[in-house]
């Protein structure tokens, strides 16, 4: 599969323009701004590269298929990612259990799948949930939404990074699990992305 490099960042006139994190998407896909506009507060120079130090984008994916002639209204990611120079957990593990509590003690939330990744040279971590939600208040029918996050720390930065990833589809979420870790296991956050494959990233994985 062939795949492009998709740059995040931010820019404005007084502080000049930085970036959140690059990654690469398969080619077919297309990435696309959202209505909100990115924040960003702190540039770090790194190597020619500035990086946005705290602040968040969001992001929409189309994942489009080999032969899909047009895109159906639900089959979209959004992608929001969040950096900070503070950093809010000790390690992943300390992440992974908040998140996983988080989740076990809503029933409107089912935990899929847990693991953990390596992203450029950082220990990154994993959590795919669903959620359901009422459409119409408490007496509408039931949603189900699913949830992609990820967490790492770049210590060449000095930055924690989240990202959530959010699909209105469960299914769509689901059956583009590869693409998705593959994504995030591509991410550059101190140098460009990198073309690496998932196969020998991932450090542990939970089906659950
Ligand atoms: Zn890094």
Do not use: Q
């Amino acid at each position: 599969m062939d795949y492009k490099e998709v740059f995040l960042g931010a820019g404005s006139i007084l502080r000049g323009s930085g970036a959140f994190i690059y990654f690469l998407i398969p080619e077919k896909w297309i990435a696309m701004p959202t209505y909100i506009p990115p924040e960003a507060y702190v540039l770090k120079s790194i190597d020619d590269y500035a990086w946005i130090m705290v602040g968040n984008a969001s992001m929409l994916l189309i994942p489009l298929e080999e032969n899909a002639d047009k895109v159906r209204e639900k089959n979209f990611f959004e992608l929001n990612v969040k950096v900070d120079d503070r950093r809010h957990h000790e390690n992943i593990d300390e992440w992974i259990e908040k998140e996983r509590k988080k989740i076990e003690k809503k029933e409107s939330k089912k935990l899929k799948e847990i693991g953990k990744i390596k992203i450029c040279n950082h220990e990154g971590a994993y959590i795919v949930w669903l959620e359901y939600k009422k459409k119409f208040g408490v007496f509408g029918a039931a949603i189900c939404e699913a949830f992609f996050s990820c967490n790492f720390y770049c210590e060449e930065t000095g930055r924690e990074i989240f990202l959530k990833i959010r699909s209105k589809d469960p299914n769509i979420l689901l059956s583009k699990r590869n693409e998705l870790l593959s994504m995030i296991s591509s991410i550059g956050c101190h140098s460009r992305a990198a073309k690496k494959t998932v196969k020998n990233k991932i450090l542990f994985l939970n089906e659950i």
